[in-house]
């Protein structure tokens, strides 16, 4: 019983003087430590030594790994903005146009449409006729060359301005 | 196919550039190759049937001229060795004409065909004069495109000469006007 008495006043001793030591402690080092500190940072040169000791590539990489930039900039940049200021005329004059152009009229096949807007029955009459002979050219040419046991493709390639927007990879024939 | 493959394609050759898209893209692969046979032979056809009713339109004429001015006894029949002489002198002049021009005969024209030199220009006069005689003495030599490794006929190969699909006309350009000075 009075082993438990003692033990309580003596646990309530030392909370008291904790509180008024570490108080007192605490007050002294906020009075004292930020101007040290200060004094200290102000003989330093952070950035310098930062540079010089940091490895910074990899704390950038390791951030930048962390981070999903695209998902940042959509949320945080208005691309809006960006693109109303952004000189068109310079990013035009990057632009490949003629390619552009060559490429929409070939997947549209624009002559075609015209063609077929503009041409009489004369002419699609003569486009057929004219396909129909390629084909039966070349069937004969691979019944003749079979014929004539040519493991080879001809060489029809002839000199020319259309030879050069020409390009036919003939059948081998055996 | 997206752009990137377009660009790729053309670079490689493996397209065509639009450059002559007023072919219908399945006979683009063929222009600037020789011709086959049935093709040229149907080109031949086609000028040798013009020429012959040029040479009845003739004969025609002469007889209705003969009739009115003679005053022959109905209209006479004319000899058929004139008429193939004719014939064949029409044919030759149209044939040089034509190779010499543009490359191409009316016939060359309908089937899409043009005739071109070792360079890959139009013959010159001399020689599309000359493979024309070749071609009227010797018509058989246009079967030696079924044989021939790189299509030539035998005046093909004899006038070092191609004949090419070749769809795309081509209009000669005229040299632009220097304007008069004040």
């Known amino acids: 019983m009075l082993r438990s008495v003692v033990s309580g006043a003596a646990s309530t001793v030392a909370l008291g003087v904790d509180r008024v030591v570490s108080g007192t402690v605490n007050e002294t080092l906020d009075r004292v430590v930020p101007p040290v500190l200060a004094a200290v940072l102000d003989r330093l040169d952070l950035t310098r030594l930062v540079i010089e000791r940091v490895d910074l590539s990899r704390v950038v990489q390791a951030t930048l790994d962390q981070m999903d930039l695209t998902q940042l900039v959509l949320d945080r940049v208005d691309v809006d903005r960006i693109v109303d200021k952004a000189d068109l005329e310079r990013i035009i004059d990057r632009l490949p146009l003629v390619d552009l152009a060559n490429y929409i009229v070939d997947e549209v096949d624009l002559p075609r449409i015209i063609r077929e807007s503009t041409g009489g029955i004369a002419t699609d009459a003569i486009n057929a006729v004219r396909i129909q002979s390629i084909g039966v050219d070349q069937m004969i040419t691979r019944i003749t060359d079979a014929m004539l046991l040519r493991r080879k493709a001809r060489v029809t390639t002839a000199p020319g301005e259309a030879a050069q927007s020409g390009a036919i990879q003939e059948d081998e024939t055996s | ?182």
């Not at chain 2, 639009?18 to 893209?25: A, Q, T």
């Not at chain 2, 692969?29 to 093709?39: K, N, Y």
């Not at chain 2, 008429?83 to 002198?89: D, T």
């Not at chain 2, 090419?164 to 220097?178: F, G, L, N, R």
């Open chain 2, 1 to 182: 196919m997206k752009f990137s493959e377009y660009e790729a394609f053309v670079a490689s050759g493996q397209r065509t550039e639009v450059g002559d898209s007023s072919v219908p893209k399945q006979a683009r692969p063929f222009q600037g190759h020789r011709a086959g046979l049935v093709t040229r032979a149907l080109a031949a056809l086609i000028d040798l049937g013009l020429v012959a009713l040029t040479v009845i339109a003739l004969n025609a004429i002469a007889a209705i001229i003969r009739f009115l001015v003679v005053r022959t006894s109905g209209l006479d029949v004319p000899h058929l060795q004139w008429s193939i002489v004719l014939g064949a002198g029409l044919l030759w002049c149209n044939w040089t004409w034509g190779w010499a021009l543009t490359g191409r005969t009316f016939g060359g024209h309908i089937m899409g065909l043009r005739v071109v030199s070792r360079s890959g220009d139009a013959l010159g006069w001399a020689t599309a004069a000359v493979r024309a005689v070749f071609c009227l003495a010797f018509p058989i030599g246009l079967m030696w495109v079924l044989v021939s490794r790189s299509n030539r006929s035998f005046q093909d190969t004899f006038m070092r000469t191609s004949v090419i699909y070749d769809w795309v006309m081509s209009i000669p350009s005229v040299p632009e006007e220097i304007p008069p000075k004040d």
